[in-house]
């Protein structure tokens, strides 16, 4: 998996069927196929590791932030040599963005390895 199309495709997928997905078996699901069997996930303030531990987070942010919170990408995934990064958007749905980030990828082998959780400072 190397052309652009193939990676945006990968992250946004993740950001949809992984950490917009509130049913925890699809989560699982998603997540076996977007992932390697032992990715790690890099949080601003945690190392997570493991599907299940990634699938557990992302159910409690959507808990945390309530049923119409949504992640939304903002661009077209960029990347390449195993490398992806995707910026969003978060917030609920029709309501103001509440955080904006991107996700940086580490791709091998057409999955997800290692996951960088990068959020942008809050606006002034």
């Known amino acids: ?3 652009e199309m193939d990676l945006d495709h990968l992250l946004r997928a993740n950001l949809m069927r992984v950490f917009n997905e509130r049913d925890a078996a699809k989560r699982d699901t998603a997540i076996a196929e977007l992932f390697v069997a032992d990715p790690v996930m890099y949080e601003p303030d945690n190392v997570v590791e493991g599907r299940a531990a ?6 409690n942010l959507l808990e945390q932030f309530g049923p119409s919170f ?8 960029v990347g390449h040599h195993g490398l992806a990064v995707l ?10 963005i509440a955080v904006t980030g991107a996700d940086a990828a580490n791709i091998v082998d ?11 400072p809050p606006a002034a």
């Open 70 to 77: 949504r992640f939304a990408p903002l661009a077209p995934a």
């Open 1 to 3: 998996m190397s052309s």
């Open 110 to 120: 057409g999955r997800i390895a290692r996951l960088w959780v990068l959020l942008d």
């Open 87 to 96: 910026r969003w958007e978060a917030g609920p749905e029709g309501g103001s």
């Open 54 to 59: 990634i699938s557990a987070v992302a159910g």
